[in-house]
């Protein structure tokens, strides 16, 4: 071979190389950008970034050195319904900066959790509660019940060999006071975790189970379980939505709308008959104005339904003006732990931010950092009010979802617009986007291909993002989901672990239930 067709050659392949690298890294073209502003000046130095570590140094050291290996006496789990990496990376920006930490990501230990269900790959928000707080990983659709529970299953899940039990019951066996608080009907999969066993997550009420073809008097739905079976009966707090599970068909609730029951029963008059049968000190309210008219200091029992099914988004409680008609999550949180801090022995508490989820599944990146947000505002709040020195707070997701961040976007970029290239077909894309979902349609044309997304679109909190499948709701995805731990053995919670580890955990934390040291 010539020297001069090697020099071909070379030029060639270095004329292929840097298109292939312009591929991989494209130059942006922008959109009438032309300045972007530099967050801190600080960073382009290294001393700033030297400083940084140190500073995380001192910190690790701090907290090895500080280590708490004193029981928890309180046990608060927060759970982000959704809430993959993604999801927290994604809310730092809308907080302001990709720089900035989401209150939870403070806490000194971080690990991940495995979600798979022992039949999917990929699971749902019901046999992940099963793990996260029986300790046991079950079958796709069911709740508190071992994987010999096929779900719909019309008689496995009557047999009380193959039920789970949960935190919450081991802290009722060590006289601890028990709570929930959740943004999803107060019988949805998860709080469902806390008390049910069921084959189908969605037998919410009886007649959901006639609708299955099983029989509603064999197998009893969750609103029932909540309301007459011994661990729902003891739980001192229940606040969320969901008041139609409770309800018949024939009769509206407070704000005229109807139940769903089949059955005749009131189950709100059976919460309150059977507190009062007892001589017990309880309150039901389905408002922010009923809540707070309630002595915390002395109520016992609290029951409150905020909605006929789930509550607001919580950005859609201001877009709304439903600030002063529906309690947020921290609020909700802030009362629930005013109500069980009056035992002296302690408490368990599982707070849920629901609608993280839901709104991914409908592919509104928006709605779901919004809730994000509000869901470190109640760890916040929670941990405020309590000492790290006896109260275990876990932070957890249950699953993850299909969104991704990408396109390059420059820092001061809002993480929730368009990526500062455009894609192959001239069109621009967003910086956020999902593997599928319902944003396929509203985003792509038969006719024309993909539509053209502005910057205004994308500012509207309905908007749904870019999807590559097409489907009505977008699915969960299948990678681990970060755990973050702060108080009294929270360096348990480092590492990478079964999801169904993280109930041991906290019980030998708080040396109660099957995992106690003693």
Known sequence: MSNRVRIILLTLALFIGAITADRAHPRPRLHGRQVHAIKNVDELTNQFWNEKAQAILAERLQHSETVKTNHAKNIIMFLGDGMSVHTITAARNLMGDSAEQVYFEKFPYVGLSKTYCVDRQVADSACTATAYLGGVKANYGTIGVNANVRRYNCTEAQNPANFVESIAKWAQDADKDTGFVTTSRVTHASPGGVYAHTANRNWENDAEILSSGCSAVDNVDIARQLVEWSVGKKLKVIMGGGRRNFLNTTVNDEEGLPGLRSDGRNLIKTWLQDKTSRNIKANYVWSKKGLSKVDLSKTEYLLGLFSNSHCPYHG???????????????????????????????????????????????????????????????????????????????????????????????????????????????????????????????????????????????????????????????????????????????????????????????????????????
């Open 316 to 518: 859609d409680l201001k877009r709304s003006r439903l600030t002063n008609a529906k309690p947020s999550l921290s609020e909700m949180t802030e009362a629930a732990i005013k109500v069980l801090q009056k035992n002296n022995k302690g408490f368990f508490l599982f707070v849920e931010g629901a609608r993280i989820d839901m709104a991914h599944h409908d592919t509104r990146a928006r709605k779901s950092l919004e809730d994000t947000v509000e869901f470190a505002e109640a760890i916040k709040k929670a941990r405020e009010m309590t000492s790290t020195d006896d109260t275990l707070i876990v932070v957890t997701s249950d699953h993850s979802h299909t969104m991704t961040i990408n396109g390059y976007p420059y820092r001061d970029q809002d993480i929730t617009g368009l990526a500062d290239d455009v894609a192959d077909d001239g069109l621009p894309y967003t910086i956020l986007s999902y593997a599928n979902g319902p944003g396929f349609y509203s985003t792509y044309s038969n006719d024309h291909g993909r539509n053209e997304i502005t910057e205004k679109l994308t500012a509207d909190a309905k908007f749904e993002y870019l999807a590559s499948v097409p489907l009505s709701s977008e699915t969960h995805g299948g990678d681990d989901v970060g755990v973050f731990a702060s108080g009294p053995y929270a360096q348990y919670f480092s590492g990478n672990y079964e999801q169904s580890n993280i109930p041991a955990m906290m019980a030998r934390a708080s040396n109660i239930g099957p995992f106690a040291d003693v």
